[in-house]
């Protein structure tokens, strides 16, 4: 069965700054986050038995990612609108830790249901939803079903993947707000198109194996993991 894989990109000055950037185009890759996107590449390479769909968001370090990967594969990256990272509107460059708690707070309450909460001056969890998921449904329609069904890997954020594949997945809230994405760390779903509803399912989430559960310990990481 073909696979989605949400990945995160890789490391960028920003994430090493604590940095909250969420606007466009945003940092570029350090020289590690290109080992990383590169390291990521090949680890996986074994895996990619058929050639996968590649595809980013339309943020600098999420086509870059996307770009390394795609050139040890042999793969031409696409670029997609919606995907890219929550905005945080008035938090955005800071990082100082009141900014660091206004956003974690902000995205615990939508974990736990409050989907209408706004981050101040950015977006909502509905807002969020209603540009991203659309793009993964048609994704799904397009290449993960059939007979020339392939594994997708869309290159994307670490605020954005948990709670999107939280929302697509059911994934227990608490898990989710406390397992954060590493740099290159992905979720693996797969997807079933029973009409009208489609299910997914999530069997990897980082470096965890399902069945998850709300007492796996936080990764540390920084703010936008």
Not at 20 to 28: C, I, K, N, Y
Not at 31 to 59: C, K, P, W
Not at 129 to 143: L, S
């Amino acid at each position: 069965m073909a696979r989605l894989y949400l990945v995160r990109h890789g490391e960028t000055t920003s994430n090493v700054m604590k940095r909250l950037d969420t606007a466009m185009p945003g940092a570029s890759l350090t020289d590690f986050g290109v080992r990383q996107a590169a390291r990521f590449a090949l680890d996986r390479s074994g895996d990619v038995e058929r050639q996968a769909v590649l595809v980013s968001s339309l943020a600098r370090r999420a086509q870059q990612t996307a770009e390394v990967i795609g050139g040890l594969w042999g793969v031409e990256p696409q670029v997609s609108e919606g995907l890219h990272e929550v905005q945080v509107g008035e938090l955005e460059d800071r990082s100082d830790e009141e900014a660091h708690k206004a956003f974690a707070g902000v995205v615990e309450r939508w974990h736990h249901g409050e989907t209408s909460v706004e981050m101040p001056g950015g977006e909502s969890l509905d807002a969020v939803i209603e540009r991203y998921v659309p793009v993964v449904d048609d994704i799904a329609r397009r290449h993960l079903v059939g007979p020339d069904a392939r594994d997708v890997y869309v290159v994307s954020h670490g605020a954005a993947i948990r709670l999107i594949a939280a929302h697509l997945a059911s994934i227990d809230p608490k898990f989710a707000v406390r397992n954060y994405l590493p740099n290159t760390g992905l979720v693996e779903l797969s997807y079933t198109p029973d009409e009208p509803d489609i299910t997914w399912s999530a069997h990897r989430w980082g470096n965890r194996v399902a069945p998850f559960l709300s007492d796996d310990e936080k990764s540390p990481d920084e703010p936008m993991g």
